[in-house]
């Protein structure tokens, strides 16, 4: 088979390789699209401890089923499906085991033609998804999904600030959360992104580059019930300062690093739950499938690329300013 692989440190290339076989309780997933996320871009950097080169990247993924291994008697060949990339989660819906890993470091991820991978980690393909949009949705909008109805439970009729519209994560809380019946502004230094967002369903934007732009979203909205963020630094003090009496803030990301000022004044005396979230429960990825059936959501994908422009992939992610997500499919 074909695969994206990164040989070294920040070299990327297609090599051919061995067809994998599935083990005992595995399936071989014939993939037809994969889409990027950060995490493949960080490898790619050597931005996580441990990574040993050669490796195939690649979180996310959906196909058809060619094989499986033996005691499978769930799925079969000819089945259509969508790859759950946390692994391992343990027993404990509160936080992942200490063994808990992400597909694509250090097994063999979905930059390929063909993955092995445990069959209680499949779902059937929503209907209503292209192969590419179905490839676009499982870690972002597992992270998405736990983040909002998991961690800070959203109900409809809150109001919700969405900070940094445009990355995989944030475009799927925007659109479960307009789904779930919440009000929903966002966070960009894009005008165009804010109101592609706005297309979307948000009700407005802030643009975080400009002066006063706190100020300006507690004039037009009488505060957030549920705060999503994943940049930290020193902006996110600016975030509690947007909350109403017993807000929720929930981040998964710390992209600007810490927080150098916390008012926990505030934070005690308005009641806010400071929630951190990664990935998701297998409950919370069954959940998350059903959801997106019953709401028809679609992925938003930015771009599409064949298996031998990855190369391509990987630098408009690296450079940034995508709406969506990037997918590479296998199939010419």
Same mark, same amino acid.
């Given at each position: ?36 996320n950060h995490r493949d871009l ?16 690649? +979180?996310? $993924? @959906? ?6 291994? *033996?005691?499978?008697?769930?799925? #079969? %060949?000819?089945?259509? !499906? ?116 706005? +297309?979307? $369903? @948000? ?6 580059? *400009?002066?006063?732009?706190?100020? #300006? %979203?507690?004039?037009? !909205? ?48 308005k009641q806010i739950s400071l ?48 709406f969506g997500k990037i997918v ?5």
């Open positions: 088979m074909n695969a994206v692989q990164i040989p070294a440190l920040n070299e990327i290339e297609i090599a051919a390789g061995a067809d994998p076989t599935p083990g005992p309780g595995d399936v071989l997933v014939s993939v037809q699209a994969a889409a990027l960080w490898i790619k950097l050597g931005q996580y401890a441990g990574i040993t080169y050669p490796l195939i990247p690649g +979180s996310d $993924g @959906a196909g058809v089923i060619t094989g499986v291994g *033996e005691g499978v008697t769930e799925w #079969a %060949a000819g089945d259509d !499906v969508v790859i759950n990339p946390s692994f391992d989660w343990g027993d404990d819906e509160h936080a992942q085991a200490a063994d808990f890993s992400i597909l694509g470091l250090p097994r063999a991820g979905t930059l390929a033609e063909q993955v092995v991978v445990p069959a209680t980690q499949l779902a059937k393909k929503p209907a209503h998804l292209s192969w590419s949009e179905a490839a676009a949705l499982p870690l972002a909008g597992l992270t998405a999904y736990r983040a909002l109805f998991s961690r800070a439970q959203l109900r409809a009729g809150e109001r919700v600030l969405i900070s940094g519209i445009g990355g995989g994560v944030a475009l799927f809380a925007l659109q479960y959360a307009v789904a779930a019946g919440a009000e929903v502004w966002v966070t960009s230094s894009s005008a165009e992104k804010i109101d592609r967002a706005i +297309s979307l $369903g @948000a009700q407005g934007g802030f643009n975080y580059r *400009e002066e006063g732009w706190g100020k #300006a %979203a507690r004039g037009s !909205v009488d505060g957030f019930d549920v705060i999503m963020d994943s940049a930290g630094g020193e902006g996110f003090k600016g975030l509690i300062d947007l909350c109403r009496p017993g807000a929720r803030v929930v981040f998964f990301g710390a992209t600007r690093g810490d927080p150098e000022v916390l008012p926990m004044r505030k934070v005690f005396w929630l951190g979230t990664t990935m998701g429960s297998p409950a919370d990825w069954g959940a998350m499938i059903a959801f997106v059936e019953q709401h028809q959501i679609r992925p938003i994908v930015s771009g599409t690329f064949a298996l031998s422009e990855a190369a391509a992939a990987f630098d408009l992610m690296e450079q940034g300013g995508q590479v499919t296998m199939k010419s």
